[in-house]
């Protein structure tokens, strides 16, 4: 049964015309019918037009960022010529100007050769271009994990959730004592403690919901050693094949051809930040994955037979969705987007016990990621309190100190925590204030909050790595970085990867506009036909979603890291677009060679 927009299909029956009814004695169960139809066709054009108006929002994003990754190339400073952790920082040096002529021909040559590899792929059959899609996708990874050979891990919050989990797999809860190694100490098991790590208590209290993150260390460390840091990027490489499988069944979904999942294959296989993201040791990959999943799950509610088999999936996919959240706490926008989703789903087909079952659903996972925090404090007796306000990160978004990117980490988040003692109130109040004069000085100097929000965007969106490269070097390495990390991280090689990796999130922008707006007009010219309810949602959740995470990295700290997931959000959609551009030059050439016979 696949349902549509005006209702499933069984329920679209014609109205029965006996041949005894007249004008003077109407029928009123067609009468009846004739009102619900009526209704279902209102509700489906509200639904239509809600999702046409996101989609012109979501169009006017993407063409934003296309300009700014016109305009700007972002790249990292180094403190040295060297590879590894000692030349790394996160200082932003942006490159504004107009993009040259070779940058301009680049696009033009890879556009030529994305459409010529997807003109051979699309003949292939999709299962079999998926199955090389995925082995490929993981094979790559695996090889540049090996390639680098990390084997530790110097990003700050990577090396706090790997001393928590270490902590409990060895049965050192002492270590969670407030009074363990406190700021000062110089016993010797607190001078043997990795530098610049605070104790797990100080740690989880800045931020209990990291309690969830330690979780995958735990679960991680249990089977192959708390520090094992390959082992771990290794997990990242395989959650990520299963997200490349998820992207690739939302795109099905929208509306995906055979040149459409042939573009898709192409632009995933080709997406070096895509490739680099296992090397991240943080739960970011994992839980963006899971949660992917879980709303794949969820469209294939609206693709079942039976009504058993659609709550199964809807409460299912939002538990999914609820361990993906677990590992990474901002990734409750996805789900925020898969209920928009629903949604316009059920206003169209009005199946409101649908809507029903979706909302205790998502309540039920929102509980789910609770209940970290309150498991390890159980385990350890202890209590972190409520940590930093949500503010305090966009108190982060929205500063700018001398010497820093804006809108990037800075301590002032952490100095209010001590300077209040950690009460949760006062620092609400602190970062409130701060906000709001923030926000006064945007209004009053608007070319400021250009320049700030120009850069801020910019050192997110149009830094072409996504910082992948950055942290595939975060740490030691067992071969010292030579060969293929050193030739691409630090040597001749790494300008190419670069100048190619800009081009093609450039080209991506493009074919993503290209495709939303596509999306968009299909669904204003079809408004008198019904549109199936899987497509209706996966649509809507990709042009939501992406809103999402733009709106929320708008004002909440910057991280190119943070925004990857977002972006991957637009291969469906720039898949789409290289299907359109497909068909319209078939159509062009079979017109041209149409004229020339009839001459």
């Known amino acids: ?190 001078l043997s403690r990795p530098h610049g790590v605070p104790s797990p208590h100080a740690y989880f209290s800045y931020y209990p919901f990291q309690t969830g993150p330690m979780l995958w260390y735990v679960f991680a460390g249990s089977i192959f050693g708390s520090h094992n840091i390959i082992a771990f990027q290794i997990l990242n490489a395989f959650a990520i ?49 899971i949660t992917v999943a879980g709303v794949a799950l969820i469209a294939q509610a609206f693709r079942t037979q039976r009504a058993w088999q659609c709550v199964l999936a809807l409460v299912g996919g939002f538990l999914v969705c609820g361990v993906g959240v677990i590992l990474k706490s901002t990734f409750i926008i996805l789900m925020l987007a898969a209920i928009i989703g629903i949604v316009l789903v059920v206003v169209a087909n009005r199946e409101w016990w649908q809507g029903a079952v979706a909302l205790v659903s998502f309540g039920g996972a929102y509980m789910l990621t609770k209940l970290p925090v309150r498991i390890i404090e159980h385990i350890t007796h202890q209590d972190f309190g409520k940590g930093m306000p949500m503010l305090s990160w966009i108190t982060l978004g929205l500063n700018e100190h001398e010497g820093t990117t804006p809108g990037w980490w800075t301590a002032i988040p952490l100095n209010t925590y001590h300077k209040t003692h950690g009460d949760y109130g006062q620092q609400a109040q602190v970062a409130q204030e701060f906000v709001m004069e923030r926000m006064r000085h945007f209004v009053h100097d608007p070319g400021d909050a250009v320049d700030f929000f120009s850069m801020k965007l910019s050192s997110e969106w149009a830094e072409p790595t996504f910082m992948t490269s950055l942290y595939s070097q975060l740490g030691s390495s067992a071969h010292g ?116 016979e009839q001459a």
């Open 481 to 596: 970085f030579t060969g293929l990390p050193q030739w691409l991280l630090s040597g001749t090689g790494a300008a190419r990867l670069t100048s190619y990796e800009n081009i093609a999130q450039t080209v991506l922008y493009a074919l993503a506009l290209i495709g939303v707006i596509a999306m968009l007009v299909s669904v204003v010219r079809s408004a008198t036909r019904p549109m199936e309810d899987a497509m209706m949602f996966a649509r809507t959740f990709l042009c939501a979603a992406f809103l999402g995470g733009f709106l929320c990295y708008l004002f909440w700290e910057a991280k190119g890291i943070y925004t990857l997931p977002f972006y991957l959000l637009l291969f469906p959609l720039a898949a789409y677009g290289m299907q359109t551009i497909m068909r319209a030059t078939h159509t062009g050439v079979a017109r041209i060679r149409g004229r020339r």
């Open 241 to 289: 094949t299963g997200l490349v499988a998820a992207l690739w069944r939302l795109g099905t979904l929208i509306g995906l051809d055979d040149a459409g999942h042939a573009a898709l294959a192409t632009l995933l296989a080709t997406c070096v930040p895509l490739l680099m993201f296992a090397t991240f040791v943080y739960p970011n990959a994992v839980g963006f994955s």
């Open 1 to 190: 049964m696949s349902r549509t927009a005006s209702g499933t299909e069984g329920s679209r029956a014609t109205i029965p015309q006996a041949h005894h009814q007249t004008a003077a004695h109407p029928d009123p169960a067609a009468g009846h019918q004739g009102a619900q139809h009526g209704a279902r066709t209102i509700c489906a054009a509200i639904s239509r037009w809600l999702l046409t108006i996101a989609m012109g929002f979501e169009a006017a994003v993407v063409a934003l960022l296309l300009v700014l990754s016109l305009i700007f190339t972002c790249v990292f400073k180094r403190r040295n010529d060297g590879v590894g952790s000692a030349s790394v920082t996160e200082l932003v040096n942006p490159h504004l100007g107009a993009p040259s002529f070779a940058f301009i021909c680049g696009c033009v040559v890879l556009v030529a050769m994305l459409m010529l590899i997807v003109h051979g792929a699309a003949r292939v059959k999709q299962r079999n271009t998926l199955l090389f899609l995925l082995a490929f996708v993981t094979i790559a990874q695996i090889l540049w994990i090996a390639a680098v050979g990390l084997t530790t891990y110097d990003y700050p919050d990577s090396r706090s959730l790997i001393d928590g989990a270490d902590a409990l797999l060895t049965g050192d809860a002492a270590r969670y004592s407030p009074d363990f190694c406190p700021p000062g100490t110089q016993s010797e098991v607190c």
